[in-house]
């Protein structure tokens, strides 16, 4: 919309003129063209009738300079490949350089017909030109053109179309014809304009989540990633590194995503990294320190814009997470943590005062998302934020509210989203970007602007390269000179530029499939009260607040956008790994309890297999049938505090009174001191059996039968044991002598008496003595048996 109307815009430029010059020329065309009909040879009718078929792929790899100067040679180096079947004779490589274009919008319809044969201009001939003998079927070959800028017949200012083209011939058409063609842009500013464009171009640091929300259980807390991906994005030449390298060459505006920043200086120390269902010890620590040393040295003295932590996914809060209670609470602090992270570890002041939703695509739901953290600048896109202007206006414009929205232009943002692994591609896409950014300028060169490019958030190493490879190209400052966010949202806005924010029905289809559903932000929210009950009863909160925390809000990032593959096994390992500590503070089962009499003692058992104590916690015990069972004289609920150490149980004692027979169902339950369950209710089971008065009796009556019983057997066991002591008292005084001497032991027979052999007398002296004394009627010492 705005080039609809470019070459109004135009005004009095340099190129403007030109078109009129070009103007009597095409008006003398048809007398032109009908004189020389008769004459043109067949190479001519076989040029003018292309079709525009190719046959031959032209690449070009590099153009030096990309934007040259009067006294320059330009030097153009790429591959020609014949891709038809038939080989081709007589083949040349030329160089054409095509009339000026008329804007931005020219730039853009000359792009979509880069590599058509057909209508093209006349090489500029002579010398400039390489040529093969032969190109067979298949075969590449690489050429390299060098052409004094003076020979181009670039006269006037602008951006110029440049073709590099291969003609030859063929065993079917013995005639040059133009069998391939690849174009491009020359950007031609010899002097610097007056009003030089500010260009502002942000440089993000942000990548996808690495860290989980498990940690040791020693006191460093050691961190366990997820994975070990990120040694290859800091090693040399991968894409974080890369990033870094090169920003630190360019006059960029950082803007850094805090979490990568905590990750990486978590990777710096001792961490561990999943490996099935264990970890394994990560040994990248030399690739970290190093890359956030050279980040550290890249951005002192630079801009940095620090995201809210976890970059969060704006537009995903805003379409669904605010149907969710407590989604949009998670802001404030990610963004407080953001400045912390950056200065704690870059040593360096960031802005926390710029929201960057995905590819700038805003309505009102999401300019209110991302201004309730604190944020009063939105970083959109031209795509979204739409002008119906001749020119490109500065990119800061208020929108209502205290907030300004920063206008990304989209051409320049979106210039290298396309794969730039080929040189070809990336050289392409970075005379574009130079012929665009040029164009921009000569819109109105009197009216100085200032215009921000905001890439993709997550750029690979090649189109890092290239994104470098273009800044450098305006190096020079002739058309733009080099800016920062911050003075870019400070700019004085344009008067005729749009302040009004789409609706949400123009919000791109595209980027609202690929949102968080609002499941997602349902399973966060469980997550983060779970969290909040599970930190409300520790004696050390902060060692799971900030692991929990973080990875809440990685949860919710915009990384996450097209991978609901990897977005919700998070989201599921984060919450599981948090069910797991709140269960190691739980009640241990207890089987069915008997109840014997009118009251007993309940215990209950709270067991602590955390490594930290836990405490404002209430144990609470009910009774299903009060009125068979009470529980500590309550009719409702007994409850008891609880505060355990690290690695104990405690057992808890309730007294239960037993007013009727029978099974009761007993609930434990414990709670937080704010009246939330905690953890999951324990049942068991209490068998009431009330002993009655009368049993009572019988038992008194059979106790007292055994007593009786005990003394009568004690009594006659003494009376046996006092007439066996006097029977043996006569043979103790004829055995011994009055005196004491021993008297005669022979065994005498009496007359009379009659005894056979082995008959023993009892009353005899020789008989032997009893092996042990008398039973004592004392008590027994501790631990003697005592048969009675």
């Known amino acids: 919309m705005a080039e609809a109307a470019e070459l109004q815009g135009m005004g009095h430029s340099p190129a403007r003129r030109w078109l009129r010059r070009r103007a009597s020329l095409l008006a003398g065309a048809p007398l032109l063209a009908g004189l020389l009909a008769g004459t043109a040879t067949p190479a001519a009718h076989a040029a003018a009738e292309a079709t525009g078929s190719r046959t031959v792929d032209v690449s070009l790899d590099t153009i030096s300079p990309s934007a040259p100067v009067k006294g320059d040679t330009l030097t153009i180096s790429g591959t020609v490949t014949n891709e038809g079947k038939k080989t081709i004779t007589d083949a040349q490589v030329d160089l054409r350089v095509g009339p000026p274009l008329s804007g931005r919008t020219a730039i853009d319809d000359a792009a979509k017909r880069s590599s058509d044969a057909s209508g093209d201009?006349?090489?500029?001939?002579?010398?400039?030109?390489?040529?093969?003998?032969?190109?067979?079927?298949?075969?590449?070959?690489?050429?390299?053109?060098?052409?004094?800028?003076?020979?181009?017949?670039?006269?006037?200012?602008?951006?110029?179309?440049?073709?590099?083209?291969?003609?030859?011939?063929?065993?079917?058409?013995?005639?040059?014809?133009?069998?391939?063609?690849?174009?491009?842009?020359?950007?031609?500013?010899?002097?610097?304009t007056d009003k030089r464009t500010q260009l502002t171009y942000l440089w993000p640091l942000i990548s996808s989540a690495h860290l989980s929300a498990e940690t040791g259980s020693d006191d460093q807390q050691t961190p366990v990633f997820t994975n070990d991906d990120l040694a290859q994005e800091f090693a040399p030449g991968g894409r974080l590194e890369q990033m870094v390298s090169l920003g630190n060459q360019l006059p960029v505006t950082w803007v850094i995503d805090p979490d990568l920043l905590a990750t990486a200086d978590a990777m710096t120390r001792k961490y561990r990294v999943k490996s099935g269902n264990s970890?394994?010890?990560?040994?990248?620590?030399?690739?970290?320190?190093?890359?956030?040393?050279?980040?550290?040295?890249?951005?002192?003295?630079?801009?940095?814009?620090?995201?809210?932590?976890?970059?969060?996914?704006?537009?995903?809060?805003?379409?669904?997470?605010?149907?969710?209670?407590?989604?949009?609470?998670?802001?404030?602090?990610?963004?407080?943590?953001?400045?912390?992270?950056?200065?704690?570890?870059?040593?360096?002041?960031?802005?926390?005062?710029?929201?960057?939703?995905?590819?700038?695509?805003?309505?009102?739901?999401?300019?209110?998302?991302?201004?309730?953290?604190?944020?009063?600048?939105?970083?959109?896109?031209?795509?979204?934020?739409?002008?119906?202007?001749?020119?490109?206006?500065?990119?800061?414009?208020?929108?209502?509210?205290?907030?300004?929205?920063?206008?990304?232009?989209?051409?320049?943002?979106?210039?290298?989203?396309a794969d730039m692994a080929e040189a070809a591609d990336s050289t392409l896409a970075v005379q574009k970007?130079?012929?665009?950014?040029?164009?921009?300028?000569?819109?109105?060169?009197?009216?100085?602007?200032s215009v921000v490019v905001a890439p993709q958030r997550m750029p690979t190493a090649t189109q890092a390269q290239s994104m470098a490879r273009a800044l450098h190209g305006l190096d020079p400052e002739r058309w733009t000179q080099p800016s920062d966010l911050i003075a870019a949202a400070a700019a004085k806005p344009d008067a005729d530029a749009t302040t009004k924010v789409p609706s949400s029905s123009r919000y791109p289809k595209k980027l609202r499939a690929q949102e968080l559903p609002t499941p997602a932000f349902l399973e966060i929210k469980d997550t983060q009260d779970r969290l909040d009950s599970f930190k409300a009863i520790l004696s050390a909160p902060d060692?799971?607040?900030?692991?929990?925390?973080?990875?809440?809000?990685?949860?919710?990032?915009?990384?996450?956008?097209?991978?609901?593959?990897?977005?919700?096994?998070?989201?599921?390992?984060?919450?599981?790994?948090?069910?797991?500590?709140?269960?190691e503070v739980q009640l241990i089962k207890k089987s069915v309890l008997t109840l014997s009499g009118r009251s007993a003692t309940i215990p209950v058992t709270v067991q602590n297999q955390l490594l930290q104590g836990v405490g404002k916690l209430v144990l609470r015990l009910k009774s299903d049938n009060p009125t068979r069972l009470k529980i500590d004289d309550s009719r409702t609920v007994a409850e008891r505090p609880i505060k355990i150490d690290g690695g104990h149980s405690q057992s808890v004692k309730f007294t239960g009174a037993g007013n009727a027979n029978g099974p009761v169902l007993v609930t434990a339950q414990l709670y937080t001191v704010d009246g939330k369950p905690y953890g999951e209710p324990m049942a068991f089971q209490v068998r009431v059996s009330e002993i009655t008065p009368t049993?009572?009796?019988?038992?008194?009556?059979?106790?007292?039968?055994?007593?009786?019983?005990?003394?009568?057997?004690?009594?006659?066991?003494?009376?046996?044991?006092?007439?066996?002591?006097?029977?043996?008292?006569?043979l103790t005084q004829d055995a011994f002598g009055t005196d004491g001497s021993a008297g005669n032991a022979r065994d005498t027979q009496e007359p009379g008496s009659t005894r056979g052999a082995g008959d023993t007398d009892p009353g005899q002296p020789s008989d032997p003595g009893p092996d042990t004394g008398p039973e004592s009627a004392d008590p027994s010492d501790t631990g003697e048996k005592v048969d009675r």
């Open 121 to 192: 201009v006349a090489p500029v001939g002579g010398k400039y030109k390489v040529s093969f003998p032969k190109l067979a079927s298949g075969i590449s070959q690489d050429f390299t053109l060098s052409v004094p800028v003076s020979k181009l017949g670039l006269d006037e200012e602008g951006v110029y179309q440049l073709g590099v083209s291969l003609t030859g011939q063929t065993s079917t058409a013995r005639y040059d014809q133009v069998l391939g063609i690849q174009r491009t842009f020359l950007p031609w500013q010899p002097e610097a």
């Open 279 to 417: 970890t394994v010890e990560g040994k990248n620590q030399a690739l970290a320190t190093a890359w956030l040393n050279a980040l550290e040295k890249a951005v002192q003295g630079r801009k940095v814009v620090a995201l809210p932590f976890g970059d969060p996914d704006l537009a995903s809060l805003a379409h669904r997470g605010v149907h969710v209670s407590g989604a949009l609470s998670h802001l404030q602090p990610a963004t407080d943590v953001a400045w912390k992270t950056v200065d704690t570890i870059l040593h360096v002041k960031p802005s926390v005062d710029f929201a960057w939703p995905v590819d700038g695509a805003i309505d009102p739901s999401i300019v209110d998302v991302a201004t309730s953290a604190g944020a009063h600048k939105v970083i959109t896109r031209s795509d979204s934020l739409q002008d119906n202007l001749s020119y490109t206006p500065s990119a800061a414009r208020p929108i209502g509210g205290g907030t300004t929205a920063v206008v990304a232009d989209t051409r320049l943002s979106t210039a290298f989203q």
């Open 433 to 449: 970007f130079l012929a665009q950014s040029l164009a921009l300028t000569l819109q109105e060169p009197e009216n100085q602007r």
């Open 543 to 583: 060692r799971v607040d900030a692991p929990f925390g973080n990875a809440i809000d990685r949860a919710m990032s915009a990384s996450w956008r097209g991978n609901p593959a990897g977005a919700k096994p998070y989201r599921d390992t984060v919450d599981a790994y948090l069910e797991g500590l709140t269960a």
């Open 695 to 730: 049993v009572m009796l019988v038992i008194a009556g059979g106790v007292l039968l055994l007593a009786l019983a005990g003394v009568k057997m004690y009594s006659r066991r003494k009376r046996t044991a006092a007439r066996k002591e006097a029977a043996e008292a006569p």
